[in-house]
Structures are given as structure tokens and as C-alpha cells.
């Protein structure tokens, strides 16, 4: 829809339920993600598996929480050619309804190390979405048909 001057009180009138509910709803979008990016999910050996673990069971229980798919399960695949397991996924299923178009998700959980500073320690920030991962650009979002 193009805005003009004759369709912006309309327009403004249309957007402003989504708009509340968005405004409703930011704070505690915002403390989810705070909880989230604090799990130190680190996926590489010489850190805790747990906590990557629990980084997916806590994007699971968010996940849940949306009431939006028909199943929701944390799971972890094989790796070709041994024994061991992978990191867990979380996966998320709802059939696409009335010939409507497949969405597909993705964003990744676990991270890289935290960069050392010259005493060896990990860097510390008082900001609100200050964690390992927290500015990485990993989401991707792709339409199938």
C-alpha cells in the first residue's frame, strides 16, 4: 500500500493494534533474550556440553511458550563416521495450513569462544544484551513453496 497524505490516518489507524501489541509485548522479548544470550552455549570441547544444552532447552521452552507449533523437541544427530553426537538442535514443526507457503527458520544457539582480553580473561559489559553470540548476524530466514 502507498502512503499519502489521504490514506495516513488510515493507514496509522490499521497499524496501531499491531503496534500496541508490539509495544505490549517488547519488554519481555527483551528479557527472554537477555536470559538467552547469558547461557555461555559454547560448543567447542574444552567447554561445558551443558550449558549448550541448556541454552536449547531454554529456546525449546520459549518456543513452546508461542503456542504456535503442533510439536517442539530438542534432538541431537549423529556425525558421519563415529559414534558422537552433535550439538542439540531445537526443531520446531506445524504443517503449513489452507495452501499457504512453508517457512523455514534457522538460527544458531551455540557459539564461538569469547575473545580473550591482554590479562587473559574474557571481556565484561554491564549492557543489556551483552553475551557471546549476542551480535553475531547467524539468523536466517528462508520461504520455500
Do not use: K
Not at 502512503?3 to 495516513?8: H, N, Q
Not at 517488547?26 to 567447542?44: F, G, M, Y
Not at 520446531?92 to 489452507?98: V, Y
Not at 549476542?134 to 536466517?140: D, H, L
Amino acid at each position: 500500500m502507498t502512503v499519502t497524505p489521504d490514506t495516513a490516518p488510515e493507514a496509522a489507524l490499521a497499524d496501531a493494534p499491531v503496534r500496541a501489541a508490539v509495544e505490549a509485548a517488547l519488554p519481555a522479548t527483551i528479557a527472554d533474550l537477555c536470559a538467552l544470550v547469558r547461557i555461555p552455549s559454547v560448543s567447542w570441547d574444552a567447554f561445558d556440553p551443558a550449558r549448550v544444552a541448556e541454552s536449547a532447552e531454554a529456546v525449546a521452552a520459549l518456543v513452546r511458550g508461542l503456542n504456535v507449533f503442533d510439536e517442539v523437541v530438542v534432538t541431537r544427530s549423529g556425525i558421519p563416521g563415529t559414534t558422537e553426537l552433535g550439538q542439540p538442535a531445537v526443531l520446531a514443526h506445524r504443517p503449513a495450513r489452507n495452501g499457504r507457503p512453508t517457512v523455514l527458520l534457522y538460527a544458531h544457539h551455540d557459539v564461538q569462544p569469547p575473545a580473550t582480553t591482554s590479562t587473559g580473561n574474557p571481556p565484561r559489559s554491564s549492557r543489556p544484551f551483552a553475551g557471546i553470540g549476542s551480535t553475531e548476524e547467524a539468523q536466517r530466514t528462508t520461504r520455500q513453496g
